[in-house]
């Protein structure tokens, strides 16, 4: 007879059931991002074990985001929690934390980004891989660095009629 867990971790969670992790993880990020008014969409990948969040930028441009984590069973994860030294002082700071604070774990998103000019010009203005302490601050430092290198403005358009999911 197998022993009582008791109470079950997220991590836990996340190992046993990866697939629903990846869509709970998906469906709040649109949501968050839906509720600061931009217009998301999202479309699975590699037979549901990725998902690619597309933001509307303005003007004619789309910003497509999509997970590097490796979880169990090979399904894509958005973030992962991780020590603070494992991430370097400098960059522990830039997330948002403090070397003063005691050594906790910080939740860490890495996502491989694409923008695309939508209009034809210039097809590919941006691509790599970025992280941050949260999706927001994530989109927020790329169109930054767009706007510093290339000194094109853009923004996310505001959320109109959505598609059905």
């Not at 998301?40 to 004619?60: N, Y």
Request: charged share 30%.
């Amino acid at each position: 007879m197998k022993k009582w867990r008791g109470e079950i971790q997220p991590e836990t969670l996340r190992e046993m059931l990866p697939d629903l992790a990846l869509k709970m993880e998906t469906a709040f990020l649109v949501h968050e991002l839906r509720a600061l008014g931009m217009r998301v969409t999202r479309r699975p990948r590699e037979k549901g074990k990725s998902f690619l969040i597309e933001i509307a930028l303005d003007p004619h441009h789309v910003m497509r985001i999509a997970p590097v984590e490796r979880g169990p069973r090979g399904y894509a994860e958005w973030g992962r929690y991780v020590k603070p030294n494992t991430l370097g002082k400098s960059l522990f700071e830039a997330a948002g934390g403090s070397t003063e604070e005691p050594r906790k774990h910080m939740h860490f998103i890495r996502a491989h980004i694409q923008v695309l000019d939508i209009s034809g010009e210039k097809p590919e203005i941006l691509s790599g891989t970025f992280g941050d302490s949260s999706l927001l601050s994530l989109i927020k430092n790329v169109l930054t660095v767009i706007q510093r290198t290339q000194k094109l403005s853009l923004l996310p358009s505001e959320r109109g009629p959505q598609p059905n999911e």
